[in-house]
């Protein structure tokens, strides 16, 4: 299994980006999925996932109103709506999958991170 992320750049403060994640491989079910970012020198943290039956979303504080998320089942893909993006959205995304496999148990998966910056 792998997550692939992309749509990451440079982006002007007030500016948007969407970012995509997309899940390949053999496995049975995504539980829960979400995107996490990591600034420079800072600890990872949540920034919007949908967790518990896999339809409740949750957000970060810092960007409740202005980012979305949201997925398609179909093609096993998440997105992050970004709007009026500010410098201290500048990090790098990670999206991250907990999976139910084929072996009947469940594991989490990293992507390798698309990189946000934005400037003043």
């Known amino acids: 299994v792998q997550l692939q992320a992309s749509g990451g750049g440079l982006v002007q403060a007030g500016g948007s980006l969407r970012l995509s994640c997309a899940t390949s491989?053999?496995?049975?079910?995504?539980?829960?999925v979400g995107w996490y970012r990591q600034a420079a020198g800072e600890q990872r943290e949540l920034v919007a996932g949908?967790?518990?039956?896999?339809?409740?979303?949750s957000y970060g504080d810092s960007v409740k109103g202005r980012f979305a998320i949201s997925r398609d089942n179909a093609k096993n893909a998440v997105y992050l709506q970004m709007n009026n993006l500010e410098p201290g959205d500048t990090a790098v995304y990670y999206c991250?999958?907990?999976?139910?496999?084929?072996?009947?148990?469940?594991?989490?998966?990293w992507g390798q991170g698309t990189l946000v910056t934005v400037s003043s």
């Open positions: 991250n999958a907990n999976i139910a496999t084929l072996a009947g148990g469940s594991q989490c998966y």
């Open positions: 949908f967790f518990g039956n896999g339809d409740s979303t």
């Open positions: 491989g053999s496995f049975f079910r995504i539980n829960t």
